[in-house]
């Protein structure tokens, strides 16, 4: 008798601990208890999505997870695309109050070049540095040639250059700029040498 109760002890102390440990298991597989193990992996699917890179693939699921829109395309700032630049236009969104650029001047000055059709940039003066770009209006393209010219030391152009006035058919290699793409660019004036 003494060595049944002893049995019905041992088998409802198992029984115990075999609900207790299914119960801990119920839990996490549903997500109830949020624990995380040595390993530094983590068993609640919530918290491991929200550690998940944007750039991998969650393995939880067969498909890759959705990344969000490219932030690393840079925009020109306050431009509406436009998709035909028939002739060469000058905007100064800045009118400089100093010396003005005569035709063949070598000047000083910070830009921003972008494709007109997108507004995306492909090269700025900013990006190598601080310092202003220094060049002769007779060594760049026409657009520049016919568009600095009348600017006033201080003040910024924003100049639309139809392909032919830029690259046309030949862009620099490596730039950027697709084939046959009219342009546009801010240029602010720093200085005439």
């Known amino acids: 008798m003494q060595n049944e109760k002893g049995n019905i ?9 075999v609900a207790f440990v299914g119960f801990i298991i119920f839990m996490l597989l549903n997500n109830k208890l949020n624990v995380t193990p040595t390993d530094n992996t983590t068993i609640n699917k919530t918290t491991q999505q929200d550690n998940i890179n944007t750039n991998q693939t969650d393995t939880t699921q067969s498909k890759p997870i959705e990344k969000p829109m490219d932030t690393n395309k840079r925009l020109l700032q306050n431009f509406t695309p436009v998709s035909k630049v028939d002739s060469l236009q000058k905007t100064d969104l800045v009118v400089g ?7 063949g001047d070598t000047v ?5 070049g972008a494709v007109a059709a997108t507004g995306e940039i492909f090269q700025s003066s900013k990006d190598f540095g601080t310092a202003p770009v220094t060049f002769p209006l ?13 600017m006033k030391v201080g003040g910024t152009r924003r100049l639309l250059i139809p392909a032919a006035e830029a690259y046309g058919a030949t862009p620099p290699p490596g ?10 660019f801010d240029v602010e004036l720093v200085g005439i040498k």
């Open 108 to 112: 000083s000055v910070q830009y921003t």
């Open 175 to 184: 730039s950027g700029i697709p084939a046959n793409a009219d342009l546009v």
């Open 9 to 17: 002890s041992v088998i409802v102390s198992l029984v115990i601990v």
């Open 97 to 103: 109050t100093g010396a003005e650029v005569k035709p």
């Open 138 to 150: 007779s060594g760049v393209i026409k657009g520049w040639t016919d568009g600095i010219p009348g």
